[in-house]
């Protein structure tokens, strides 16, 4: 990592310091092979020139919009956020340009892939013998390495479309404490997949990033990103995790929750998702002002016939009592290992909710009566995790104190 942070540091110093790439540039007409070389190297937003070793900052406007003008055309930089349940990707400079379920529909014998994303989520549960709809990360880990690959070449393609010449860097968020192995082999596929450089970031730093918080300073940060597949605690200070936990408990849990409840209480198989269906439409954390309603429909478990049945809020409430327990336990604990200067210090800044299940309705309502301390949710908790990795990529400075590993390719 440091090897890395370095030699990103040392590319963007500012300042010029190959002649052969500065002579020509003031006439485009005359730009060789080896200043195009050094422009793609060195990466957006650097000097290239003209003729004297002056740093970036002090160069007239002018021209300075025209060392970015390359930059921002030709060479792109995507933080992407791999979930278990929503692949996004982050560009430099845009904002989300891609939302994809992480789902890939594969032929089961030959493996030959028929769909990803999107199309692949509609064949759920839907599918003929032979093909089968998967989600390549199952409880925030890589259960298929192949799958993962593709669906990073996928979205790296769909992204860069005919910018093949000039190939991004990437950020790549991964749980906190993903083995040192699943690390390299995201690498290895985003490389694979066409970057030109990839770093990767432990999600609860980059979701705080992208709620806007300070991560690089000297105070305590609390996060809480509930996915689909995880839900990850941590207390961030000066760039890394100072405590934390991951749970194996997301929205995937509360969805099977839900269906397990509804089977057990009123005869009625559903599938998963009907199951999120019920929970974003009707689900809730604490009591509602006015409770709500949904009509659901499935398979009685004992006649096998289909039926419909009016499902409220509160009985979701009931079906959520198993696994929102264990994320409260969780943030007690990881509070209970926080020294207390920087407890004082989340007390004064807020508790923030990112991820999916931040969305469920009352759940900061929730936490703040259970752990007695200020929460909020994010401004946008599903696009949190991408726009921490795309803005760590935008600062070099950030970007030096939270990639957890960093590799270019050849
Ligand atoms: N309005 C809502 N209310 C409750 N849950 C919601 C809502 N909207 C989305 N979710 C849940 O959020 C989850 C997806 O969140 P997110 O996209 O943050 O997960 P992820 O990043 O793909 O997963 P992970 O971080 O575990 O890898 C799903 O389980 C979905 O059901
Ligand atoms: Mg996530």
């Known amino acids: 990592m440091k090897s890395a942070s370095t030699k990103a540091g040392s590319d963007r110093s500012g300042v010029c310091w190959r002649p052969w790439a500065t002579r020509c540039w003031p006439w485009p007409g005359s730009v060789s092979a080896l200043s195009v070389w050094e422009i793609y190297r060195r ?3 650097v000097c290239y020139g003209p003729r004297r070793l002056t740093p970036f900052a002090g160069r007239p406007e002018w021209r300075r919009g025209r060392s970015t003008l390359l930059g921002k055309y030709f060479l792109k930089d995507f933080g992407i ?5 929503n692949c996004l ?4 400079g845009k904002g989300i340009v891609l939302r994809e379920p992480s789902v890939v529909a594969v032929r ?3 493996r030959e892939i028929l769909a990803i994303g999107e199309e692949a989520r509609q064949m759920i549960g839907r599918t003929p013998a032979d093909i089968v709809a998967v989600r390549p990360l199952r409880h925030g880990v890589i259960a298929d390495f192949d799958l993962t690959r593709e669906m990073l070449r996928h979205l790296i393609r769909r992204v860069c479309k005919r910018r093949v010449f000039f190939r991004p860097r990437v950020m790549v968020s991964v ?5 040192e192995v699943e690390r390299r082999a995201v690498i290895e596929a985003s490389l694979n997949a066409g970057a030109r450089e990839a770093y990767l970031i432990e999600e609860p730093v980059a979701a705080a990033i992208g709620a806007g918080l300070a991560v690089h300073e000297p105070s305590g940060n609390m996060i809480i990103d509930i996915g689909g597949g995880t839900t990850a605690i941590a207390v961030i200070s000066l760039g890394g995790v100072v405590t934390g936990q991951s749970l194996r408990i997301g929205g995937d849990a ?4 839900i269906a397990r409840f509804i089977r057990r209480t009123s005869n009625l198989m559903i599938g998963e998702r009907t199951a999120e269906e019920l929970k974003v439409a009707v689900g809730s954390a604490f009591p509602l002002a ?3 309603r ?3 429909r499935g398979r009685d478990y004992v006649s096998g016939l289909p039926k419909t049945v009016l499902i409220g809020s509160e009985e979701i409430r009931e079906a959520l009592q198993e696994p929102l327990p264990s994320i409260i336990n969780a943030v007690r604990s990881v509070i209970e290992r926080t020294p207390p200067e920087l407890v004082a210090d989340i007390m004064h800044k807020e508790i923030v909710l990112t991820g999916g299940g931040a969305l469920l309705r009352g759940i900061d309502d929730r936490l703040r009566q259970e752990i007695g301390m200020p929460v909020r949710v994010a401004e946008d908790p599903l696009s949190s995790v991408a726009v921490g990795t795309g803005r760590a990529l935008e600062r070099i400075d950030l970007l030096a104190r939270v990639a957890v590993g960093a590799k270019r390719s050849h």
């Open 294 to 296: 949904m009509e659901v």
């Open 89 to 92: 990707v982050y560009e430099r």
């Open 290 to 292: 006015e409770e709500m």
């Open 108 to 110: 089961r014998l030959t």
């Open 81 to 85: 956020d791999l979930g278990t349940a």
């Open 175 to 179: 749980p906190a404490g993903t083995p």
């Open 254 to 257: 509360m969805d099977e929750a």
């Open 43 to 45: 990466g957006p937003g």
